[in-house]
């Protein structure tokens, strides 16, 4: 490999490290707000949590927690990616 590839492998590492970062932090506000919706529906009165400010609640939350599950996936991907570009610059 010659150095022109191996710098271009570093600067392509770098780029994906950063986003995985920025992925992590999006996941991190995710979770901020999906557990702000909880404690909100949490705190209703239980005659409301059947009402359709309830049902909104809950379904916010579980759209939350998708969020939440298809960051990770996308982190883990680039950790893979990541991985493979260790792989190959040696």
């Known amino acids: 490999m010659n150095a022109e590839r191996r710098k271009a492998i570093a600067a392509l590492h ?3 490290d950063l986003l995985k970062g920025q992925i992590e ?10 557990d702000e919706e909880q404690e909100y529906y949490d705190n209703m009165p239980e005659n409301m949590q059947g009402g359709d400010k309830g ?5 916010k939350v579980g ?8 960051l990770d996936e ?9 991985s493979s570009l260790d792989d190959a610059s040696q």
């Open 14 to 16: 770098t780029q994906l």
């Open 25 to 34: 932090d999006l996941k991190g506000e995710v979770e901020t707000l999906k």
């Open 55 to 59: 049902q909104a609640a809950e379904e």
């Open 63 to 70: 759209q939350l927690e998708e969020a939440g599950s298809n």
């Open 74 to 82: 996308a982190i883990s991907a680039l950790e893979n990616a990541l």
